[in-house]
């Protein structure tokens, strides 16, 4: 009973401050784009949403706030076959909140959190119910995003290893119906080399100890032949975006999704070295544990106070979250001044289009530099008195 009180206290002060941080962000130009552009599931989800709930930012963020809630859940409950001890769970679903790139998937409009949705979905039905179920899973999964590609590709591999003809025939066909469906984009750019940049960004997004001792077990596991699905789920799509990487920049969010799959393994791995050690040989993996703390307790108040970043850095355009601030205080701005439209830049057009501002060439809209000015001309947006966005809006009318 204690261990569900526990959990519940966790996922509890987790929603709540997720639900804080989207007050403090604006619409990004990605989100614009995604719920404004081409039909995809997560657009539908989105337009439901703000559809029940109103157009406003707490009803944008819900839908992946709910796929966080429940990939929580999920985690938890398929950590019991790898972890017995209730509290060696509770770590690592603490770990599994803490992480940077679970933290962006539970606020950030994108597949990312869909994805981890669904692949800890499956992996919670194909251990606990009936095959048939599993196939289901993966047959819906297969219309609903084209990340799930690499989970295809991934069992057809397991699939080979467990010598299970069914099951590997099944993917191959859910490989190609979701080619058929959406195509493949790993990524983009020029042909060259990006294969640091990957790995910086893996890093960031698992911090770096993390990444670097997940990739350790799935290798050691390997050596060792105690692999298993989540081995397959994880070890797959790494592979895939590292080589991919050798000659293109790929998109992150569709690959770092499957190694978090490998927490459990990687957890596991951890309790069963720390336990047969004696306490004068545990030091390692205690410097591993409290550096990887550290790391996550940073990141997230990092995550959490980012606004308070505009006080102490020289170039508030260079702050790690700009892009998702600014529209909604602009937008408001401009209402304060009867501005119900503007002429902006692409990105910011979309973006204001969120909070009612609409697009028309009667009002430009133009950003300016940072310079100490009080003019009423301009519309300056600030952060505790320091000015964060300056712009102009010149009527066309008038000139």
């Known amino acids: 009973m204690i261990h569900r009180i526990i959990l519940l206290t966790i996922i509890s002060i987790d929603v709540l401050i997720l639900l804080f941080l989207t007050s403090t962000l604006s619409i990004s130009n990605h989100e614009a784009t995604l719920l404004y552009g081409d039909l995809s599931f997560i657009q539908l989800i989105e337009k439901s949403s703000l559809f029940i709930f109103g157009q406003n930012d707490l009803a944008l963020r819900i839908p992946m706030i709910l796929f966080h809630f429940l990939s929580v859940i999920l985690l938890y409950k398929i950590s019991k076959q790898y972890l017995a001890n209730y509290r060696n769970r509770i770590w690592l679903t603490l770990v599994f909140i803490l992480l940077p790139g679970v933290i962006s998937s539970a606020l950030l409009v994108d ?18 119910l009936e095959i048939k179920y599993s196939y289901f899973i993966l047959f819906i999964l297969s219309i609903l995003d084209s990340s799930f590609i690499y989970l295809f590709l991934s069992l057809i591999f397991y699939s080979l290893y467990k010598k299970d003809k069914d099951f590997l025939l099944f993917n191959i066909f859910l490989f190609f119906v979701s080619l058929f469906i959406y195509g493949v984009d790993a990524g983009g750019g020029s ?4 294969l640091l940049d990957s790995i910086g960004l893996y890093s960031a997004i698992f911090t770096p100890v993390i990444f670097v001792y997940i990739f350790y077990v799935l290798y050691k596991r390997f050596l060792s032949k105690d692999i298993n699905i989540l081995w397959f789920m994880a070890s797959i799509p790494l592979i895939l975006s590292l080589l991919l990487s050798f000659r293109q920049r790929i ?13 459990p393994l990687a957890a596991q791995s951890f309790y069963a070295s720390y336990r047969v050690r004696l306490k004068i040989f545990r030091g390692k993996y205690k410097i591993i544990f409290v550096l990887s703390a550290i790391f996550l307790l940073f990141n997230f108040f990092i995550v959490l106070f980012n606004r308070e970043l505009y006080l102490i850095i020289d170039r508030p355009d260079k702050h790690f979250a700009r892009k998702m601030h600014i529209a909604k205080e602009l937008a408001y701005e401009l209402k304060t001044r009867d501005i119900l439209c503007v002429k902006a830049d692409d990105k910011m057009t979309k973006r204001l289009k969120f909070y009612g501002i609409s697009s028309c060439e009667k009002n430009v809209l133009l950003e300016q530099e940072l310079i100490q000015n009080n003019d009423k001309k301009f519309v300056t947006i600030s952060y505790k008195y320091r ?11 008038n000139e």
């Open 191 to 194: 042909p060259k080399g990006h």
């Open 251 to 263: 998109f992150i969010e569709d690959f770092a999704p499957y190694l978090i799959i490998a927490l």
């Open 111 to 128: 597949s990312a959190g869909f994805l981890i949705f669904g692949l800890l979905l499956f992996i919670y039905v194909y251990d606990k």
């Open 387 to 397: 000015p964060i966005y300056k712009a102009t809006v010149t009527n066309i009318n």
